[in-house]
Every structure is written in structure tokens, then in C-alpha cells.
């Protein structure tokens, strides 16, 4: 992303970029509209989970000067001055990242296992073997209070603290349930380490909490219940 791209709200991709959005099944607008609208899902952001980026061809002044393909909306406003961008497609989906972004192995696992023809995945997996190859990196992670962790498990009672929770906890070795603690409003997008924004659920509920298709309206419903269970602990 350049400070031209920055300054314009154009971001102009690769042609790498630009042959992986057709092969998707994009074409870019004519005549500078951003009539066609694509999708694309980040990988390696825990901020940004979609970009929805307008696609076209812009006409440039001077009549030697070819059309110039160029991508505006949330792709402009993600991405800061400096950034190396990725963007890739597996069938007709489309992916970003920025180059330094650390992308989860199980993830990308996931997107290929739904996008790929399954006999050439079997195919692939069957042709790896041997031990991983190691890696180093420095991580920036959150410092996270032990007593929030503890007060949470404590307030939940060994239960799943979403209402709509229908799962069946297992039992851990010392004979309690097993829960994990999760903030509500997720440290990365500005939540508190705090027993107000911390909750115990269970795995299935904590999962879909970051990857279901109704994980904001869960959200909501978690917060709720949170505010509610702190605040008969005050007056209690």
C-alpha cells in the first residue's frame, strides 16, 4: 500500500492480484464505477474478518494511457502505508492477508478442505510425511490477569455461561468441568481484562464465539448475561 494508494482511496493491485480476483469470477467495472463489488475474508487478523472492496477500471487522463485497474472501500482503510498485500483465491472465494501476518495452519486447512476438490486434497495429504520443520518467531500477545481467569471459572459455577448453550461439558481429572475463559469483546479490538468482559463457556460455545456465522447476536447475548451474573455478585 503506497502513499499514493493511500492518498487516491485506490489501492492498484499486482497483476498476480488481479488475474487471482478474475479467476474468482470478477471482472473490473468499466469506465471508473465501482459497480462490481467483491468479498474477500482476511487471514491472520484477529481486527478484520471481511473486506467487501469495490473493483474496476479507472480511466486515466491523456489519451495514450491505458485503463488502470484499481480496488477502493475497505481495502484502502485496512491496510496502512507500507504494507505488502496478499490477495489469493481458492475456487471462486478470495483471500488477503498482509504479508507479515502469522496465517493459522488449521485455518488455511479448513478453506482448502472446503474448496478444493477432495480427491486432490486426500491425494496431497497422502504425499506428506516426515516431522515439521521448526520455526522462530516473536509473538505480541496480551498479558492477561490470572484473577479475571479465576474469578470467572468461580462465578460460572463449572457451567457454560451462555444461555443458549446446549453442550455437554466434560469432566477434567481433578472432577471439574471443563470451561475456558474468554473476553466478550475480544482484547485485540479494545476489551477490558476485566470480570465485566470475561466469561467461562464451554469449548463448542468459545469457538463459535470467534468463527460462528451468528457470533456478533452471540456476542450480544453473552454480554448481557455477563453484566447480569457481575452485577448479583456486587449486590450479593
Known amino acids: 500500500m503506497s502513499k499514493t494508494d493511500k492518498s ?6 499486482a497483476e498476480g492480484q488481479k488475474a487471482a480476483i478474475i479467476a474468482a469470477g470478477h471482472l473490473p467495472s468499466a469506465g471508473g464505477g ?17 473486506l467487501e472492496a469495490s473493483f474496476y477500471d479507472s ?12 480496488m477502493g472501500r475497505d481495502i484502502v482503510r485496512w491496510a496502512k502505508v507500507g504494507d505488502e498485500i496478499v490477495i489469493g483465491n481458492i475456487g471462486s472465494k478470495l483471500f488477503a ?17 472446503a474448496e478444493t476438490d477432495p480427491r486432490k ?7 506428506v510425511s516426515g516431522k515439521p520443520k521448526r520455526r522462530q518467531r516473536t509473538v505480541d500477545d496480551f498479558v492477561r490477569n490470572p484473577w479475571v481467569v479465576a474469578g470467572a471459572l468461580q462465578r460460572s459455577e463449572g457451567k457454560c455461561e451462555l444461555p443458549t ?5 466434560f469432566v477434567r481429572e481433578d472432577g471439574t468441568n471443563y470451561l475456558e475463559v474468554h473476553h466478550v469483546l ?12 470475561a466469561a467461562a463457556i464451554c469449548p463448542s460455545c468459545h469457538r463459535e464465539q470467534h468463527f460462528g456465522e451468528n457470533r456478533q447476536q452471540l456476542r450480544q447475548t453473552l454480554a448481557t448475561a455477563v453484566a447480569a451474573s457481575t452485577a448479583a455478585l456486587v449486590t450479593a
Open 165 to 169: 448453550c446446549k453442550h455437554q461439558l
Open 121 to 127: 486434497v486426500i491425494a496431497k495429504a497422502m504425499k
Open 97 to 113: 492477508a498482509k504479508a507479515d501476518a502469522t496465517v493459522d495452519t488449521a485455518v488455511f486447512g479448513r478453506l482448502l478442505a
Open 59 to 70: 480511466q486515466r487522463k491523456g489519451a495514450n494511457r491505458a485503463p488502470e485497474t484499481r
Open 186 to 197: 475480544p482484547l485485540g479490538e479494545g476489551g477490558d481484562d476485566s470480570l465485566s468482559n
Open 8 to 13: 487516491k482511496a485506490a489501492y492498484v493491485p
Open 34 to 50: 465501482s459497480g462490481e463489488t467483491i468479498k474477500l475474508e482476511v487471514l491472520g487478523d484477529i481486527k478484520t474478518a471481511f
